[in-house]
């Protein structure tokens, strides 16, 4: 079993940026890719970015690229959503998630088994 734990959310204003975590814990055993997700009210959950095991793949929805950038430190445990220029479309609930997968499925909420309870990030205009 994979623990998941977002941090870094909040209320920002339009241009500014933030910096999502999430810890991950429990079995690390395996070659797991992470993944942010968001979900804003009352609209279906969202790709946003992901990170090969090994870093070396990264992928981004068309919302956020050159926007938002995804990373992960040496050890693994932690992956970071680095996110600049937030506009107000920007504001959900962002969830972390993880599982071993080939780098062509990143983008598929179905390829994670592991999710965290989210972080609220809020972008006013």
């Known amino acids: 079993q994979v623990h998941l734990v977002e941090s870094g959310g909040g209320l920002v204003q339009a241009g500014a940026s933030l910096r999502l975590s999430c810890v991950a814990s429990g079995r690390l055993y395996r070659r797991y890719a992470m993944g942010w997700f968001r979900q804003a009210p009352g609209k279906e959950r969202e790709f946003v970015a992901a990170?090969?095991?090994?870093?070396?793949?990264?992928k981004y929805g068309d919302s956020v690229k050159g926007r938002f950038t995804i990373s992960r430190t040496l050890d693994k445990t932690t992956v970071y959503l680095h996110m600049n220029s937030l506009k107000p479309e920007d504001t959900a609930l962002y969830y972390c998630?993880?599982?071993?997968?080939?780098?062509?499925?990143?983008?598929?909420?179905?390829?994670?088994?592991?999710w965290g309870q989210g972080t609220q990030v809020t972008v006013s205009s």
């Open positions: 998630a993880a599982d071993e997968m080939d780098p062509t499925v990143l983008d598929r909420q179905v390829a994670y088994d592991y």
């Open positions: 990170i090969t095991w090994t870093g070396d793949i990264t």
